[in-house]
């Protein structure tokens, strides 16, 4: 039983055995550097229950627990904080009992499954820095869910169809001469999208001659011929044209080969992809099904609608007067599909920016209505965007920052820095590649996962591989030091697997128990919140205070054999705890570095 558990019952019982009143709740919270103690009860709370002094209050209720409780071997108040002591041994029994865990923290997957959807790229353009947020977050989050105990699916949308799709089809069909990935040596998503640059180019300079010939600006905006051109081709790809559709299918294979190898880099998978060509018409069947239901009502234009404004939003459209479908009714048509495919699930986490706030109020609203049950438990990940030094990205323009660009430059950011610190003379060229690869991206996704989603982002490359400070590379260091340490111990034949008897704990050890202690419930924690940066976060905590306990206390010169054991399995269980941890995250961590 956790020591929080067993305290509360017993501070319930003082309250009731001194003050003759029952205690709803007991609240806690660690107790502060600066005071003696490990756990602290909070008074103030309770003085809407029991009149009277905090400080004695506190005072009384330590005596009881001093008293009472095996574990609690002192107390002080300070103020409205009881501050509470707990013996050596019940810490050194915790330890015990999970130092040989191997999954310390992981609950075993049940039934309870939920669908995590994330990246959702377009098929006109390589993905970018904002694309690597995303698919950071969508992938942590699921590795954070199964660990907490749920079945996960990964998933994502491809948008695959549209006006944007076409403009890369037609500059190449106007400019390309039968380039091909092959004949250019380019991945296929950056083939394709020069060609998305491409049309945006000459579309600009079809507008300025029309300006320079009379025409008005936004007229010219509408009527450039290479815009109508690529209206045209969209409704023969809808038509099903075949030379359309066959080109279409040659450019998205290239662009799919293309996102594989970025994926691949990256370091993310998906159990399940859906396709917009696919999905963009789901939603018809439903929306006419909810019209008889009065979820959606239809306009004199032949439009339908749905009226939120009671429940503080606005009127949606949900098909067009031409029967055509919008997004809105593109993703209620998704959503019912993907709970036909995967009948187990009963919610859904959707990572996408928070341009898209609304829309998923909207959706998630929509599908309630519609009297789904598992619409209660959907939820969007909602994201702030990433900036660099330089600006804001522009696709159409060729600004964005290439995701593959940006993961080659990490790694030789954390190659230049690690020359420089000079740690690597005895590694081969292939070791110290792999090496650079594994900081450089490490720096990348801790960078990014550290801070809470909802955050915007600046991202400095050369400060997210500094060794020092909350960074990937500053973990990754710990565990290496920490690989070094368990591979000294085993030369000396020290037995890592025996259970320790020792009277006392150094503050240090038993601080560094403490911390141990909180993973598992940071990983429900993470869970509960969709947050990789409370992994993130609790990693460098448990990183700062293994630091603190190597620097001040010996471990291998260690004179007092169980001592020395307790501190070689002590520094065993907080690298497998990192490791796990970085897991959750998609980094990796070295042996040696």
Known sequence: MKIQEVLTSKVKEAVLAIYKVELPTVEFQPTRKDFEGDITAVIFPMLRFVKGNPVQIGQEIGAFLEREVDVVSGFNVVKGFLNIVINDSFYLDFFNGIKDEKDFGITAPSNDAVMVEYS???????????????NLLGYSVAEILKASGKKVYKTQIINDRGIHICKSMLAWQKFGAGETPQSTGLKGDKLVGNYYVAFDKAY?????????????????????????????????????????????????GWVYDGFDIT?????????????????????????????????????????????LTDEGLDEKIVLRSDGTAVYMTQDIGTAIQRVKDYPDINGMVYTVGNEQDYHFKVLFLILKKLGFSWAEKLYHLSYGMVDLPSGKMKSREGTVVDADDLMEDMTQTAA??????????????????ELYKMIGLGALKYYILKVDPKKRILFNP??????????????QYTYARIQSILRKADDTNIVRSSAVETPELHPKEKELIKQIQLFPETIQLAAENYSPALIANYTYDLVKEFNSFYQQISILGETDEQKKILRVQ??????????????????????RM
């Open 416 to 433: 230049n820095i690690s020359k420089e610190l000079g740690k690597l003379e005895d590694y081969s060229t292939q070791e110290k590649q």
């Open 462 to 475: 050369e400060e997210s591989v500094d060794f020092q400070g909350n960074t990937g590379p500053f973990i």
């Open 263 to 307: 994926y691949k880099n990256l370091g993310v998978d998906f159990d399940k992809f859906y396709y917009e060509s696919d999905t963009y018409l789901l939603g018809k069947d439903v929306v006419a099904d909810g019209i008889e239901k009065g979820v959606f009502y239809k306009k004199e234009d032949g439009s339908v609608w749905i009226d």
């Open 204 to 252: 600009k300079e079809e507008i300025a001659q029309m300006v320079t010939n009379g025409t008005e600006k936004k007229v010219a905006e509408k009527e450039a011929p290479i815009l109508l051109e690529a209206q045209q081709m969209l409704q023969k790809w809808e038509a099903g044209d075949a030379e359309v559709v066959a080109l279409w299918k040659k450019m998205n």
């Open 120 to 134: 959702s790229p377009n098929t006109n353009k390589p993905l970018h820095l904002g694309h690597i947020r995303n």
């Open 570 to 591: 002590l520094s065993q269980k907080v690298g497998e705890v990192i490791r796990s941890a970085f897991g959750l995250l998609g980094i990796s961590v070295p042996q």
